[in-house]
């Protein structure tokens, strides 16, 4: 099996970016999360419409690109889940603690 070696954040495309990119890219390596992605879509989609309001097919693949976007925010990890789970479990556990079904028989 071979070894894989992890490379260094920023070192793996160091070579393609200039000097300006590369310390834009540093700092891009601090960004968490794409709501800013998501908002710069929307602005760009909203000015294609304004610009090219008859070109439907190119409109389509903006939002969906968009609604992929969006779908990957709030797609949650395996981990995740797993949390969510466990924490539904826990809170049901104990309203069936505070407030037992009665049985029906």
Known sequence: MAK???????R???DALD???????????????????????RLRLRRFVQEHPEDLPLLFRGVELLSR???TKYRLSKQEKAAVKSSMQAVLGELDRLW?????S
Do not use: C, N, S
């Open 69 to 71: 976007v969006v779908g």
């Open 100 to 104: 037992p079904l009665k049985d029906a």
């Open 19 to 41: 000097a300006a990119e590369q310390a834009e890219f540093a700092e891009a390596l601090t960004v968490d999360g794409i709501e800013e992605e998501i908002a710069l879509l």
């Open 4 to 10: 894989t070696r992890r490379v260094a954040a920023g």
């Open 12 to 14: 793996f495309y160091a």
